[in-house]
């Protein structure tokens, strides 16, 4: 028998051929789940046919590792509606506003959507430090409706959140109607200066730790000084300022927008968030147009505000509580070193003493009880930055330091919501670079642009396929 060899094109066809069913099965399996090609080219007949694969569904296996439950940080409140006295020199001052010509005592709002003991924590650290409670609207981002108001949820649920105890600290509680991404968050925010006539505001992460200047420092006096402010005075001293020699002032940053003052009027002029951009990139987007539109993003001191990713053992220390020591614990622990140990307590985080300037001439005085307290909490809070971004693990695992809330009311998969909100993350960044032809934020001095070249322009970088 003759055998006739293949030409070089039928070769080629034939690879082509075969290259294309691998890429097809590939492309399936990445796409269904690895299902098998019964699964997919049968479908309903796939119910007819002998049982060759494992019975669906097939479930994922469980966490080798879940971190233990979190715990109360300020088990007072869970006793008693008395609360410790702030100190006294943080006291705010009935109607400070009007000193400084302000037409509004200026509202701080604080978005919540998982981490209780954080949250607690960033509003103590506030009133402690002397912002009016009053002043302080949380605004509960869960999208649980009313179950946290009805006291539906408990500690371990993720969207947990204590009414009851924010009323006895004197905060106001405002809901959202859903759960909302970052950049809608933030336009909610500016739909509330519509409804309460807020010709301004001020917006902090929940993710913080506030303290007035008390140590002075630059030029600034101690708290027992004359011409002490507190982190609020300071604000409003910031706000008057803007008001009154920068006709367009849109943001002033605190530590960056862990605390920000927002002008409405320069959010209106711009349209607002960009909402197809839920999270990260949304702020360059955002602050952006901003300076495109001719409005002022500048830098000013207030306090001092920290970024931190774990709680204080007991928040009764902000309020100097004698005999207490400040310490902290992480809300989400990484798993145990060998041998069983869980790394959870600040005893085991390397915090270098806080020197004093040897030019000091107090420096050989007795040393202030009060300044001690301070330096102490001060410490601290460096320490559980130092933590946060140690690099060992990303900065946002406190976010899941909750795993609990099964069968409760508007219950969501813990590691589901995160998986979520990370496919949305970089759908946003895709987004943001498919709308600018640019990655990065530097989209005026780096890529040249101005407003209105949204979604009009090419882009300036390789990207992969689809991109």
Same mark, same amino acid.
């Given at each position: 028998?003759?055998?006739?060899?293949?030409?070089?094109?039928?070769?080629?066809? &034939?690879?082509?051929?075969?290259?294309?069913?691998?890429?097809?099965?590939?492309?399936?399996?990445?796409?269904?789940?690895?299902?098998?090609?019964?699964?997919?080219?049968?479908?309903?007949?796939?119910?007819?046919?002998?049982?060759?694969?494992?019975?669906?569904?097939?479930?994922?296996?469980?966490?080798?590792? =879940?971190?233990?439950?979190?715990?109360?940080?300020?088990?007072? +409140?869970?006793?008693?509606?008395?609360?410790?006295?702030?100190?006294?020199?943080?006291?705010?001052?009935?109607?400070?506003?009007?000193?400084?010509?302000?037409?509004?005592?200026?509202?701080?709002?604080?978005?919540?959507?998982?981490?209780?003991?954080?949250? +607690?924590?960033?509003?103590?650290?506030?009133?402690?430090?002397?912002?009016?409670?009053?002043?302080?609207?949380?605004?509960?981002?869960?999208?649980?409706?009313?179950?946290?108001?009805?006291?539906?949820? %408990?500690?371990?649920?993720?969207?947990?959140?204590?009414?009851?105890?924010?009323?006895?600290?004197? =905060?106001? &509680?405002?809901?959202?109607?859903?759960? #909302?991404?970052?950049?809608?968050?933030?336009?909610?925010?500016?739909?509330?200066?519509?409804?309460?006539?807020?010709?301004?505001?001020?917006?902090?992460?929940?993710?913080?730790?506030?303290?007035?200047?008390?140590?002075?420092?630059?030029? #600034?006096?101690?708290?027992?000084?004359?011409?002490?402010?507190?982190?609020?005075?300071?604000?409003?001293?910031?706000?008057?300022?803007?008001?009154?020699?920068?006709?367009?002032?849109?943001?002033?940053?605190?530590?960056? *927008?862990?605390?920000?003052?927002?002008?409405?009027?320069?959010?209106?002029?711009?349209?607002?968030?960009?909402?197809? &951009?839920?999270?990260?990139?949304?702020?360059?987007?955002?602050? %952006?147009?901003? &300076?495109?539109?001719?409005?002022?993003?500048?830098?000013?001191?207030?306090?001092?505000?920290?970024?931190?990713?774990?709680?204080?053992?007991?928040?009764?220390?902000?309020?100097?509580?004698?005999?207490?020591?400040? *310490?902290?614990?992480? =809300?989400?622990?990484?798993?145990?070193?060998?041998?069983?140990?869980?790394?959870?307590?600040?005893?085991? !985080? !390397?915090?270098?003493?806080?020197?004093?300037?040897?030019?000091?001439?107090?420096?050989?005085?007795?040393?202030?009880? $009060?300044?001690?307290?301070?330096?102490?909490? $001060? !410490?601290?809070?460096?320490?559980? =930055?130092?933590?946060?971004?140690?690099?060992?693990?990303?900065?946002?695992?406190?976010?899941?330091?909750?795993?609990?809330?099964?069968? $409760?009311?508007?219950?969501?998969?813990?590691?589901?919501?995160?998986?979520?909100?990370?496919?949305?993350?970089?759908?946003?960044?895709?987004?943001?670079?498919?709308?600018?032809?640019?990655?990065?934020?530097?989209?005026?001095?780096?890529?040249?642009?101005?407003?209105?070249?949204?979604?009009?322009? !090419?882009?300036?970088?390789?990207?992969?396929?689809?991109?």
């Amino acid at each position: 028998m003759l055998i006739t060899m293949p030409s070089q094109r039928q070769v080629l066809s &034939i690879i082509t051929v075969a290259l294309i069913a691998l890429l097809t099965v590939t492309t399936l399996q990445h796409f269904t789940g690895n299902r098998g090609l019964d699964d997919i080219v049968l479908g309903p007949l796939h119910d007819s046919l002998p049982q060759v694969q494992k019975q669906r569904p097939i479930y994922k296996k469980p966490p080798t590792y =879940v971190p233990p439950p979190i715990k109360d940080n300020f088990p007072l +409140l869970q006793t008693t509606t008395k609360l410790p006295p702030i100190p006294p020199w943080n006291v705010p001052k009935r109607n400070l506003h009007k000193s400084y010509d302000l037409p509004l005592a200026p509202p701080l709002l604080i978005g919540f959507t998982r981490s209780w003991p954080l949250l +607690l924590q960033a509003v103590t650290s506030y009133i402690t430090a002397g912002w009016p409670a009053s002043q302080i609207h949380v605004i509960e981002n869960t999208g649980v409706q009313q179950a946290n108001a009805r006291n539906q949820l %408990t500690l371990q649920n993720p969207f947990y959140l204590n009414h009851t105890q924010l009323k006895t600290l004197g =905060v106001n &509680i405002i809901q959202t109607p859903a759960l #909302l991404s970052f950049a809608q968050l933030q336009n909610f925010y500016h739909s509330l200066t519509y409804q309460h006539d807020w010709p301004y505001f001020f917006w902090s992460h929940m993710d913080v730790l506030a303290f007035s200047l008390e140590n002075g420092g630059d030029g #600034l006096p101690r708290y027992n000084e004359d011409g002490y402010k507190t982190i609020y005075e300071l604000a409003l001293a910031a706000l008057k300022e803007a008001r009154e020699t920068d006709p367009r002032w849109g943001i002033r940053f605190f530590a960056y *927008d862990h605390l920000a003052l927002v002008n409405p009027e320069a959010y209106e002029d711009v349209g607002g968030w960009d909402t197809m &951009i839920p999270y990260y990139n949304t702020d360059c987007d955002m602050h %952006t147009r901003l &300076i495109m539109r001719g409005w002022s993003l500048k830098d000013a001191r207030a306090g001092l505000i920290t970024d931190v990713g774990s709680s204080l053992t007991d928040l009764r220390v902000l309020y100097r509580v004698e005999g207490m020591k400040p *310490d902290f614990w992480d =809300v989400n622990p990484p798993p145990p070193e060998k041998g069983g140990k869980l790394r959870r307590d600040a005893q085991e !985080e !390397e915090r270098p003493m806080l020197k004093r300037d040897e030019n000091d001439p107090e420096a050989d005085e007795k040393p202030d009880p $009060e300044i001690a307290k301070f330096r102490a909490l $001060e !410490e601290t809070a460096h320490a559980m =930055v130092r933590y946060k971004n140690s690099g060992t693990r990303e900065r946002y695992v406190w976010q899941m330091g909750q795993r609990g809330g099964q069968g $409760e009311p508007f219950y969501y998969n813990a590691q589901g919501l995160q998986d979520a909100i990370e496919v949305m993350i970089e759908t946003g960044r895709r987004i943001y670079r498919m709308k600018w032809g640019h990655k990065d934020c530097d989209l005026i001095d780096g890529a040249k642009l101005k407003l209105g070249d949204q979604w009009m322009v !090419e882009k300036d970088y390789f990207a992969p396929l689809g991109d």
